[in-house]
């Protein structure tokens, strides 16, 4: 008995790979059948999301602890050439920690609250389906080192998207799917024919095969592999938002739900930076990146999205909107890092995904509290908001401050190195737009906090007629205000796992900052063997 | 190290308790900022007379790569104790300015925050943690500079956030190149770049200064602080004239003296510009302020101009120099806040802001105006007041440095000093208050009217004239941290050796 109790706990920790990716896939599929038995449909959600969390913890403790080299996983036991491999090395450990740790607290967060937000039950069970499918996709791009099986893990994850960005029952909301659809396809139609490319000339499907194949053919085939890296650059940049082809992302990320839009600017447009990272550095190798110039397009690119997307997003007086905006603005940091190729700016950009997943995730759940409390989506309109519900307007200030860079939040260390990367690379220009991206966060987060905290609610307006002035009548209007839950009896803080997710995240905001320990060396050894020359 | 950390925790328990407290328990609120300042105060003296007597006393943490260090040398000893001192001279007066007034919570609990910021911009022992404190006064001064929440006041907290973090960033730049360099070692360890030789040294100081520049107000980095006098007027006084601004200045003699040391910054070529900026701020800072007619405005930038009086000093990067900086960095707030205060003590009791319109007013606020009179010599820098010391070392420093057109430049803003604040008071004795303003709707208070029954200002001995003012709570609490200033200053002027310890510890430090 207590032999087979140990066999089973050996099985599934070999097979512990395999199981983060489909397990979530599983339920997805199954979850539909449990539609009217909602909360039965919930506890699976979140027990999936802390199984998953678990075995990323696990899976990152054992990369953590065999100092050197990758686990590869060969699926059904067939070795490369024909089979399909996992690897589980330092970049999967780390990316897939960051998506399970932030997919437990937005489950957290949709549970309870989500119902009335998209509309019936029904409507419910299909989100948690599209939401652990793009878990699912994201856990499987960490892991797979299969270039085929990236692009349909890609796909998985573009319409599960689509799906989010419709369910709430709106004519915006189908709009901007529409959008969102019909620019992702396109995105992934180039990435296809990317692989198509590379599938030609070297003719494998695994990672590491093709990068062999490629290193020794590519200066016959010049044009062919500049086309493919072409191709695969300009499709990921499309669905992960990279400016000027971000035109989708604030519409999607602004009209879906609320743990939808944290989820999508959190998480999704990341898992396509993971896969550009692993095409470019682990196929086409380091090497090539730099024959092609394309360390200098990404830095380029990646700086003008930096001031563009940050420039764009300060006139939004939508909240949502702000921080979508904010994202494409964001998302420049981490290409910039892709771009510097060296260690530091490398690690750096791989823990700035992971603090910016964190914060931005924080942000929209927060900002989505703060919308369903008050029925009002303009920042101009959330006056006095921080007063009522302190925990929800403290979780966005953290986050903030930590979108900013201030230290001891988790975005200083990601900036840090970032900037060190950049000194190192010689470039003198990134370090001054990592620097104004920051005081540009300032200036369009700044705001919100100002009104949220420091501004009094505003009168109801047959009592603000009714109102003479004077310090005694402000007094007794606040004393009114504290007193009087009747008027404003909704505008609390969100019930009681919503608050959970919310500190759940700000207290891994604020540990990432200040003890990045763990999360950072993974971030750093990934960089390292990225940038190891073939 | 006790005394280290209830230092710097002091100010955060403080805020803390005070938002906890009731919404309208403003005496209780009062007694946990007055409680909390003197607790901070006191432990900054422990810590410094440690420090002082040569003690090490220090705090490390290192969670992860960086290092964040307490860690004072005699040079963070002095500005703590200058801060927290002040701080509860600026509590009291808040004690009377805010009573009666909006949003007493929220001011008190960023007002300690505050502290403890301060505090902790003085004892950080490493170039990381400073830029920590450093970054983080900014978000707490914040809130009290938007106080009023009129959209001056917002406009001006836009602008304060924008230029701070900006200047943050190029340090921040410049911290991490340093930092990729040699490390993040304690500046009491010595010479941070001592072992340093890099090509980009000179680019390294521009940031630098250009950084901590920001929050000292050097000319044309200093346009966020006129603005920010949007804030209540004890914060204008404190923050503004003392603890932002002077984590600005202490940041440079840091940059100075621990992190390039006066041997190498002298072989910079940039070093040798760095004296004439401060002294263009000098008298630039003091013009401009001459033709402001608000009288906040004035004292704003008459605060850009004396802040580059220390930076002169540190900038001749001699010891005489160094000693001329400290001394004035220890005077000049005692006498700078004395300003402020009875400015804003004007405003309170006549509603006045503008000099032009403060024609008569030292016959209905004797004392105060006399007060500010005293300071007003101060900042000339008259003999029986310890900012005399200040200037006399300045100039002895720029002399020994070889700059002896610098000395000129001290004398010149001298005059201008007197151009600046002596008419104001010999108009507020002598002048006809203007006829069309009755003033009786702003007047409250025993002393007004009893000013205006007994007419003009030499019926009234001193002695009467403070009991009237002792009447008045509000105009007491508000008086008597002013008065108390001034003594101190007319004690240490006479008495400079009562300073001159510390001044000499921090000298002795950087020049062994």
Redesign the interface.
Known sequence: MGNGVTKMTEAIKFNLPVFVVIAPLFIAIVLPVFARRIRLAEGMVIFVGVLGLAGALFLAHIVLDRNSGTWIYQMGGWPAPWGIELTVGNLAASFLLVVMGVSLPVSLFAVGNLTHEVGGKQRTARFYTLFLLLVGALAGMALTNDIFNTYVLVEVATLSCCGLVSSRRHPRAAEAAFTYLMLATLGSALVLCGIGFIYTITGHLNMGFASQALNEIWQTKRHVVWMAMSLVFVGFAVKSALFPLHVWLPDAHSSAPSPASAILSGLAIKGYMICLLKFFYSVFGPGLIKEFAMDRLLVLAGMIAIIAGSVMAIPQDDLKRRLAFSTVGQAGYIFLGFGLMNKDGLAGALFYLASHAVIKSTLFLSAGAMISATKKRKISELAGVGRRMPVTMAAFTAASLGLIGIPLFSGFIGKWYLITGSIEAGSFLPTVVIIAGSVLCATYLFPVIRVAWFESAPKEPQKAAAQETGDAAVQRETAEVQEGPVQHGQLKDPGILQKLALVLLTVAIIVLGTVPGPLLELAKRAAAELLVLR | MLYLILALISGVAGGLLVLLTG??RHSLSNFITLFFSASAAFFCWRVAFLVFAGERVRFGWK????QWSLDPDPLGAVFGLIASTLWLFAAVYSFGYMA?K?RQR?YYAFFLLSLSVTVGVAFSGNL?TL??FY??LT?TT??LV?HD?TSGA?RA??KY??YN??GA??I??AI??T??CVGNPDFADGIVLAGCDSPVLGWLLVMFIIGFGVKAAIMPLHRWLPEAMAAPTPVSALLHAVAVVYSGVFGILRVVYSVFGYELIGQLSFSKVLPWLAAFTILAGVLIALRQDILKRRLAYQTVSHLSYILLGAFTLEPWGLAGALMHMISYPMMKMTLFFCAGIITEKTGETRISRMAGIGRILPGTMAAFAVAALGMVGMLPLNTFWGKYYLMKGSVAGGMWPLATVLAVSGLLNAACFIPVVVNAFRGVRSPDRTGGDALQGGEIRSGTDSGAFGDGNDGNVLSRILKDRRMALMFVPALLLVLMSIVTGLLPGIVWPGVQAVTDWFFQ
């Open positions: 919404r309208n969670p992860g790569e960086l009666g909006e929220t990381v830029y920590l970054e983080l978000l914040y809130p938007i929440r917002v907290g836009s956030i924008l973090l900006s960033g190029a921040l730049i991490i190149t930092h990729s």
